[in-house]
T-cell receptor, first 116, second 115 residues
Framework: DVKVTQSSRYLVKRTGEKVFLECVQD?????MFWYRQDPGLGLRLIYF???????EKGDIPEGYSVSREKKERFSLILESASTNQTSMYLC???????????????FGPGTRLLVL | AQSVTQLGSHVSVSEGALVLLRCNYS??????LFWYVQYPNQGLQLLLK??????LVKGINGFEAEFKKSETSFHLTKPSAHMSDAAEYFC?????????????FGAGTRLFVKA
């Protein structure tokens, strides 16, 4: 079974703090994703990575950055947290066979971030 | 550009009743279509997906969905609801044939199952 783990289930931070969310997958997947999930909006893609040190912007990258130094680990960074970044953050991975658009994504349990 | 519309943010059914969760999509090329389920305090997991071939797709836990190109729909059904089906369900679309990583998720439908 693919396992995607996220470093924290719940996080409380203050406005202006730098926040690191970490995600690790154990199935040697090429592709990794960060989404935020908000009620009524579904999941929105923040960034994705298709290889080590490679990253691409998703639909809502503003205020976020990412890092992928190792294949199994994909970090999301909030450089200066703001209250409108209070949300649920979901990490996902997929195999990466070249047919990415039809691949199943495997999700972590999520990190619920509250920015005060 | 792709988009997904899920009709109804909340659906309530009685245990044993039919479950029908509606999903309509738009896509400029043949789509790949997915249903994911999210149980409380968990991430999403795949229920089923349509890529090519048979338009009626069977998934886990007795769910199935039918791809209807003429109606641009991919509705999710289950003949008899169980209490354990209470969860949030997400329809998603990605564009086939063009490669790429973009999967668009619907806003989600929360299913309530009454005893």
């Amino acid at each position: 079974d693919v396992k995607v783990t996220q470093s924290s289930r719940y996080l409380v931070k203050r406005t202006g703090e730098k926040v690191f969310l970490e995600c690790v997958q154990d199935m040697d997947h090429e592709n990794m994703f960060w989404y935020r999930q908000d009620p009524g909006l579904g999941l929105r893609l923040i960034y994705f990575s298709y290889d080590v040190k490679m990253k691409e912007k998703g639909d809502i990258p503003e205020g976020y950055s990412v890092s992928r130094e190792k294949k199994e680990r994909f970090s999301l960074i909030l450089e200066s947290a703001s209250t409108n970044q209070t949300s649920m953050y979901l990490c996902a991975s997929s195999l990466g066979t070249g047919g990415e658009s039809q691949e199943t994504q495997y999700f972590g349990p999520g990190t619920r971030l509250l920015v005060l | 550009a792709q988009s997904v519309t899920q009709l109804g943010s909340h659906v309530s059914v009685s245990e044993g009743a039919l479950v029908l969760l509606r999903c309509n999509y738009s896509s400029s090329v043949p789509p790949y279509l997915f249903w994911y389920v999210q149980y409380p305090n968990q991430g999403l997991q795949l229920l089923l997906k349509y890529t090519t071939g048979a338009t009626l797709v069977k998934g886990i836990n007795g769910f199935e969905a039918e791809f209807k190109k003429s109606e641009t729909s991919f509705h999710l059904t289950k003949p008899s609801a169980h209490m354990s089906d209470a969860a949030e369900y997400f329809c998603a679309v990605s564009e086939g044939g063009t490669g790429g990583f973009k999967t668009i998720f619907g806003a989600g439908t929360r299913l309530f199952v009454k005893a």
